[in-house]
């Protein structure tokens, strides 16, 4: 079966500091990988995805994120966190196998806390 | 470039009361998805749409909820006879047609229609 693993509720950042979003997948063929950020009363908006190629892959605002299929992680990171990154991010996965299926099993959210 | 619309955003019912909401995806979507999320948790999938088919339905979508989109462009889910249960934040999303070369798969989110059942 499908799934994901955010293994952290909350992830505390000085701004200007680094800061990395833990993500670890399961999925019986080859992953399609995703993350979102949902703000309060907010509905979920794309940041990147991985999908097949370089296992560095570049998003929106400064993200980044990084597939290793030996560790089955997909780690969100940026360089330089701002206060406004403050959110709630999910990390999802679709199966690329299961062609007929093209739900998204999504982690349970990492709440960021960017303080000033 | 508007994006995935819903309405309501907010509804406050009686338990036993139906309730529908509407999804108006991304023009040219050929594919729709509803989710649900309750507080602290992920999203969870409910149903998807190819066009006006539906394609697939999670085990969480019980006899009371239905949905539909009749002519492949927006869509409704009804709730029957909620109950407490139900309380959460519905969401949409869609995605375009698989082209050649990398398979579209990103899927594009409303901002969801928040229940609250009394």
């Known amino acids: 079966a499908q799934s994901v693993a955010q293994p952290e509720d909350q992830v505390n950042v000085a701004e200007g500091n680094p800061l990395t979003v833990k993500c670890t997948y399961s999925?019986?063929?080859?992953?399609?990988l995703f993350w979102y950020v949902q703000y309060p009363n907010r509905g979920l908006q794309f940041l990147l995805k991985?999908?097949?190629?370089?296992?560095l892959v570049k998003g929106s605002y400064g993200f980044e994120a990084e597939f290793n299929k030996s560790q089955t992680s997909f780690h969100l990171k940026k360089p330089s966190a701002l206060v406004s990154d403050s959110a709630l991010y999910f990390c999802a996965v679709r199966d690329a196998w299961m062609d007929s299926s093209y739900k998204l099993i999504f982690g349970s959210g990492t709440r960021l806390l960017v303080r000033p | 470039d508007t994006g995935v619309s819903q309405d309501p955003r907010h509804k406050i019912t009686k338990r036993g009361q139906n309730v529908t909401f509407r999804c108006d995806p991304i023009?040219?979507?050929?594919?729709l998805y509803w989710y649900r999320q309750t507080l602290g948790q992920g999203p969870e999938f409910l149903t998807y749409f190819q066009n006006e088919a539906q394609l697939e339905k999670s085990r969480l979508l019980s006899d009371r909820f239905s949905a539909e989109r009749p002519k492949g462009s927006f869509s409704t889910l009804e709730i029957q006879r909620t109950e407490q249960g139900d309380s959460a934040m519905y969401l949409c999303?869609?995605?375009?047609?698989?082209?050649?070369?990398?398979?579209?798969?990103?899927?594009?989110f409303g901002p969801g229609t928040r229940l609250l059942v009394l």
């Open positions: 999303a869609s995605s375009p047609q698989k082209e050649r070369g990398p398979p579209l798969v990103t899927q594009y």
């Open positions: 991985y999908i097949t190629g370089d296992n």
């Open positions: 023009s040219e979507h050929n594919r």
């Open positions: 999925v019986s063929g080859n992953p399609y």
